[in-house]
């Protein structure tokens, strides 16, 4: 099937990782503004049959070890093919590019990251081409609905640049379609399994209210594929039973995760980063972390390259978020979930939120109140987590109140049928000391407990 390409094509190459000492070039990354992939349809006439494009410096072209903005624009056509597949075709762009042997593609939409080892460019791979040889024939033979395909990649600067403002006007159409429904206004749910090379536990749960991690796919876009190609990756989820509606726990969601995950993941909460929080794969868009000091949230997408407000990077949060496990604290999600009423909402929702790199609050503007809006910080306001409670407290954010709400419960082990209140006490010194906050339980041991009030309850034994 590929004979015409110079490295091999297969499944086995998913998941392969190429270090810069390794790499030839990157297209697009973390350093680079402008890069996109997108599809379009399109009436039959106005696609070409298996065209490839270059518009711009080819690989060959390009010097070794640079980086260049880059846009991958692919134009389908066909019969059953609807507007609201085009997301879904758009995903593939990631699976089918990974079957290469040595390049590496991450990521969706405007955050794409792709990279070639020197490896296969001295095997021969030297030209996009091949690579659109290996998508036009990997689209046609595995979304056969797909009749007409042409490919364009882009690495003028200019050209990219323009096409990039047409890809951010698409995605925004797109995202605003579901804005209007509600998780509760549909009998069913969608699935995603598409990031599991890389995550083999990981499970989307997609629903009017909640997108994909990875912010690609809408409610809209996976019943549309699901339609059209039901032993795909992605898939119908009955709900079932509602069990909890602050936290998003549906009996139809766990039986799915837990069937789709081989029995390793069998609950999900879909509105809370505690607990059972939805599973993280590495394609996300944005992370949800919690701020143990202030009791609140902090969200960063994954083109701030600075550390966040608690000392740490994206990437590395990251490796501790991805993988489809499930992280208390830590939550991979999609931008546009953050502008969903679902979001967080079992854990305060943006009442929580505490701070927020500047780019994502200005695109996310219109869905905080305007009373909150200033009371949320950014880099520009604080760097460290001191900063941070000065500024929350300054401003009166309304995560200052719990601070004042929580209380120390110190919980020892007694013959006492009852709840009792000990007298008040200066120094309470205890063996162990227990409390909850936050989603977190904190063990001291051997350590000594100021407090005003002391409360002892029975500890049941299981």
């Avoid at 941070?388 to 200052?400: I, N, Q, S």
Wanted: aromatic share 10%; net charge negative; charged share 30%.
């Amino acid at each position: 099937m590929f004979e015409d390409v110079p490295v091999d094509v297969g499944v086995m190459y998913e998941g392969e990782r190429i270090r810069r000492k390794n790499m030839y070039i990157e297209l697009g990354g973390p350093n680079i503004e402008t890069k996109f992939e997108l599809v379009k349809v399109r009436s039959p006439d106005d696609v070409e049959d298996e065209k490839i494009t270059v518009v711009g410096p080819d690989i060959k072209d390009v010097k070794e070890g640079s980086s260049l903005p880059f846009g991958i624009y692919v134009e389908v056509a066909g019969k059953q093919i609807e507007e609201e597949l085009e997301g879904v075709i758009e995903r593939r762009i990631h699976e089918y590019w990974n079957y290469i042997e040595g390049f590496m593609h991450l990521n969706q939409r405007y955050d794409i990251w792709i990279r070639l080892s020197k490896k296969s460019f001295q095997k021969g791979l030297n030209s996009f081409n091949f690579v659109g040889k290996v998508l036009l024939k990997l689209f046609k033979n595995e979304m056969t609905f797909i009749e007409k395909i042409q490919i364009a990649f882009i690495t003028d600067p200019k050209k990219v640049r323009e096409q990039w403002k047409e890809a951010m006007e698409t995605y925004e159409a797109r995202d605003a379609k579901a804005r209007g429904m509600k998780d509760e206004d549909v009998d069913k749910f969608y699935g995603c399994s598409l990031c599991q090379s890389f995550a083999p536990t990981h499970v989307c749960v997609i629903t009017p209210q909640r997108f994909s991690n990875c912010g690609a796919i809408s409610w809209f876009d996976a019943r549309a594929s699901s339609r059209i190609d039901p032993k795909g990756p992605l898939f119908e989820i009955e709900k079932g039973e509602l069990i909890d509606p602050m936290k998003g726990e549906y009996t139809g969601a766990n039986a799915a995760v837990k069937k789709k995950s081989l029995g390793a993941i069998s609950q999900v909460y879909l509105y809370t980063a505690f607990d059972y929080p939805h599973t993280s794969c590495g394609c996300f868009e944005s992370i949800a972390f919690y701020i143990p000091e202030v009791d609140g949230f902090g969200a960063v997408h994954r083109g701030f390259n600075e550390n966040t407000v608690n000392g740490l990077p994206f990437s590395t949060m990251a490796d501790s978020t991805a993988g489809g496990r499930q992280v208390d604290g830590f939550h991979g999600i999609s931008i546009e979930y953050m502008r969903s009423p679902k979001f967080l909402q079992a854990d305060g929702g943006w009442n929580r939120i505490v701070w927020i790199n500047s780019e994502i609050k200005e695109r996310v503007k219109e869905f905080i109140s305007k009373e909150l809006f200033d009371k949320i910080a950014t880099e520009k306001d604080v760097k460290t987590v001191d900063e941070l409670k000065e500024f929350l407290k300054t401003h009166e954010h309304p995560v200052v109140k719990r601070w004042k709400e929580v209380p120390v419960e110190v919980e020892v082990e007694t013959e006492a049928a009852e709840e009792q209140e000990a007298p008040a006490v200066a120094v309470a010194p205890l063996s162990a000391t227990s409390f909850t906050a936050g989603g977190f339980r904190i063990i001291l041991k051997d350590a000594k407990i100021h407090a005003k009030k002391v409360i002892i309850r029975t500890i049941k034994k299981r």
